[in-house]
């Protein structure tokens, strides 16, 4: 017997039909004799249903209240989910994220979870109950809603099973684990059937967006095998069969077998580059051009400053497409001057491009390999970056897909 905790995603949970079977999945494994608990998603579409009625009243609704608002949807999904699986004679209790308690901080929208109760859980499983918890949303000292950011149920899903200290948290979705990379622009990407949450971190953030980068975050910290896995298929699948499916998230120390030297090519299309040319070479200058972009709130990404000729050098960094338009503005306005730069340009149609793979650590060659790869196919090279255990480059956003397609074969990621 083990206490197991389930993520539904939205489309899992999205007609009173798939509650239905996600109600004999669940069943299914109380039977074989685990405590479960259920974390599910909003029915899909509902959360933005109810934030858009929101925003037919008013441009920008405070913040509190909208948590009020989107908290709504998860609170239907346990009720639904509970009322299903008393259906078929199972006992089941849910609760809101206040009623554990899933206590938070107070920012709104995109609160972080500071403690969860595990008492009231325990007590349940204990008596023999199915417990379904609201994914989403906590409430912070003052006993307000708040809600922990778009996706967020997958965070409360990993929070939850590290709480109750599970011994896994299956994360079921509409795909059926984490590829290579992405299998709409590599045809023969490979599912992995493990990933290590260093890996899966860099994978999600550049752009393969199965899971809530948080929830990935606190599998790493709180050390919980978390495992993505399909709700596709038949719920009544033998529970042996569909505990070994899907992708485990896993930790380096544990996977004892020799480590491919790549695992994934990770993408993110919607890049952007910025160049301050002709900057003074002085102390403070890195942090007078940063400063002001960080405080207007746009993340920067790849950064890279050139040697100094005469004493001027230039500065290049890249920020999310969405924010050129804005991160330019500030620099012509509130940096420029100030610095005594020459000028500013920039290239708005540019993508990122990295490998990942913890095998890089004792591996040499690899950025060769990479560069070669690309270079072989006539690709020029804009940025370099390099961690531990990935290699991102900056390209011509023309020239991504051939890129991605290049190196997944290049690094024999394909399926056999
Ligand atoms: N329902 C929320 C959203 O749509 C949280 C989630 O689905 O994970 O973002
Ligand atoms: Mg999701």
Redo the contacts with the bound molecule.
């Keep these: 017997m083990a206490l197991i905790v389930h993520k539904y995603?939205?489309t899992s949970m999205g007609s009173t039909e798939r509650i239905k079977n996600v109600a004999k999945r669940v069943a299914k494994w109380h039977d074989a004799g685990h405590q479960i608990v259920v974390v599910p998603?909003?029915m899909s579409g509902e959360?933005n249903r109810i934030i858009g009625l929101a925003k037919e009243i008013s441009a920008q609704p405070d913040p509190r209240e909208l948590d009020m608002i989107a908290s709504t949807?998860?609170q239907v999904s346990v009720g639904l989910l509970a009322i299903a699986l008393q259906a078929i004679g199972k006992q089941a209790v849910s609760y809101a994220g206040w009623q554990v308690a899933i206590k938070t901080d107070s920012a709104h929208t995109k609160a972080r979870i500071a403690s969860i109760d595990e008492t009231k859980v325990k007590a349940d499983l204990d008596a023999g109950k199915i417990v379904i918890i609201t994914?989403?949303q906590g409430v912070d000292e003052l006993g307000n809603i708040t809600t922990l950011g778009?996706?967020?149920?997958?965070t409360s899903a990993v929070a939850v099973a590290a709480a109750l200290k599970a011994q896994e948290c299956l994360i079921y979705t509409d795909v059926d684990g984490v590829y290579t990379t992405d299998p709409r622009v590599v045809s023969d990407a490979r599912r992995l059937n493990t990933v290590t949450f260093e890996e899966m971190l860099e994978m999600a953030s550049l752009g393969s967006k199965v899971l809530?980068i948080r929830s990935v975050e606190f599998a790493g910290n709180y050390r919980m095998p978390t495992r993505v896995l399909s709700s596709l298929t038949d719920p009544l699948i033998p529970l042996e069969e569909e505990a070994n499916s899907g992708t485990l998230i896993s930790f380096e120390e544990d996977t004892h077998m020799e480590q491919a030297t790549i695992t994934g090519i990770a993408f993110n299309r919607d890049e952007a580059k910025i160049t301050v040319l002709g900057v003074p070479d002085r102390p403070g200058i890195a942090y007078q051009i940063l400063g002001p972009v960080a405080d207007a709130n746009i993340e920067v990404d790849m950064i890279i400053q050139n040697q100094s000729v005469e004493g001027k050098t230039d500065f290049t960094f890249t920020v999310p497409r969405g924010e050129y338009t804005k991160a330019m503005d500030v620099l012509e306005n509130s940096v420029k001057a100030h610095i005594g730069a020459g000028s500013i340009v920039g290239d708005s149609k540019v993508s990122k491009v990295s490998v990942v793979g913890v095998g890089m650590r004792s591996h040499v060659g690899i950025a060769s390999q990479m560069f070669r790869t690309l270079s072989e196919e006539g690709i020029n090279i804009q940025m370099i970056s390099t961690s531990e255990i990935k290699i991102s480059v900056l390209i011509d956003e023309k020239y991504m897909e051939l890129a991605v397609r290049s190196l997944h074969k290049a690094f024999g990621l394909e399926s056999a």
């Design positions: 995603g939205g998603s909003a959360t949807g998860e994914g989403f778009r996706g967020g149920s997958d809530q």
